[in-house]
């Protein structure tokens, strides 16, 4: 249904070396892990038991803040740079794990928690994916 | 494959008296368009023929940005305010819009600026449909 | 100390038509506006009455996302559109103004929102000014 | 001017073990780089010699998504996570080290890479120190 896929195969140059389709699968997993964690963080908020979440919020807004900086500089192959994509995708990788296994902690009594750290993990995968064929 | 749909619906109170699929299509039209916005730039940015359209750059990184925007806040219905969401939205299917318009003039020659004029064109739609739940 | 004003005097064509010096003004304001919100909202999220503040933090999140998008958008003359950035102006001054209310009410009890409250109402003031130029 | 540092102190737990003048100056020197970056960028492609300077529109883009990243999630010391945040930095240090040098190479001909570059050292700068105040 997403334009992901189409819009980096039509790009002049593309990312040279690289396997389109780990790219691919970064980026979409990326847009998708911000949007999970912005809608968890907003569900802990609602929550009765909001007092018990608010580091899961908290990892919440920073997963979503470097999900989306990830999945825009995957979207650039022309502002390309290895150093700066190891180190970002990387810090991405990083954030995905923390922010799941806290959401992981409260997915038996939260069900947003519970899809939230599946977003996560997939995102987490897909970037260390891409992470062994930038390296 | 995403999982917007089973975040949003997860969420303890939702959007009180909106149509629960016009909010999920909505966010997942914005984070699409936003996405096709930031590879358009980056590929027009790379076209030998950049000259012509720096416009398209311009419009495209305002696009991916307020897309990217009201994807966010139509994800927190605990932040949900009427008087914000309407102007945001409604900011949001203006450069919809506007970029989609300048995107269709450079279609025939570019297929990112054809892909990026559908994604834009999905995502006006899905917010005019939101506005008249809203208004 | 902050860079804007002089980006913003080095254009090779500015904004035609607005004066620079609210647009400026503008820019500085939604990106200090956009600090103080995402501080507010981590600070409200570690004080033991979160539960009382959860609509505060949900607002936080939209306002901050809304004046950093504002601000991003006035600083690129080349992608200037009348409609987009009145709306997207709009929607900036109605959530200051939202979350500003928000804020007021507890910054009795809670510096961080008495000092939030203060950057969105400046952020307001200087969207306001800048729709009545643009208008 | 800004709200930044008196938002910092006011926050109920602070960033334990970190100098909060190391923290508030990584914070503002990151929006004040993001703001140069977006700026940079729209002024480049309205330059004559837009063909030149793509390479420095795309990292323009990057340096001001990692930069607005970094300056949220050092906002936020409730979700402060060691491991990200030392990645997160590092990927800010590179990438306006990497934009840096690309402005620096048309500083002479266009005064916007000139000041952008300056506002890129000095986030690169705070960064730096943060990141051995950190580690």
Redesign the interface.
Known sequence: ????S???E????GLAGVDQGLVTRC??AC??C???C??????C????M??DL??C???N??C???C??T???M?????F?A??AL??V??CA??CA?CAFECERHASR???C???A??CRRCQRACEELLAALA
């Open positions: 249904m997403g334009h992901a189409a819009m980096l039509t790009h002049p140059d980026v979409e847009l998708d911000a949007q999970a912005t809608a968890c963080a907003d569900a908020l609602a929550d009765d909001v007092a608010v580091r919020v908290a990892l807004l920073n979503a803040d470097i989306d900086t999945g825009r500089m979207s650039r192959p022309t502002g740079d150093a700066v180190r970002t990387q810090a990083t954030v923390t939260h069900e947003h519970r899809v939230c599946e977003a």
